[in-house]
């Protein structure tokens, strides 16, 4: 990612229940917290990452539907 803003795109094979983004950063804490679009097909998801140190984070997408749990995790790098 460079600058302060970046597009997560994802695509779901149904309506699901719930998705949230949560980023981390290397040592494991959790910087941002962002709901997600719950619509079957792509979705995009705007971040603001104004308030983001440059560096190494890991972003996870978990995707929930009846009671059931799916996380998705992918390392990206801030440069400013």
């Not at 094979?13 to 792509?42: Q, W």
């Not at 995009?44 to 009846?66: H, R, S």
Request: positive net charge.
């Amino acid at each position: 990612v460079i600058g302060s803003k970046a597009t997560i795109r994802y695509k779901l094979s149904s309506d699901i229940d719930r998705v949230t983004l949560k980023i981390f950063n290397i040592v494991g804490d959790m910087i941002k917290e962002i709901d997600g679009s719950k619509k079957e097909g792509y979705n995009d998801m705007q971040v603001n990452l104004w308030d983001i140190a440059p560096g190494i984070y890991i972003c996870q997408i978990i995707v929930e539907k009846n009671n059931e749990r799916t996380v998705f995790n992918k390392k990206f790098a801030i440069v400013k």
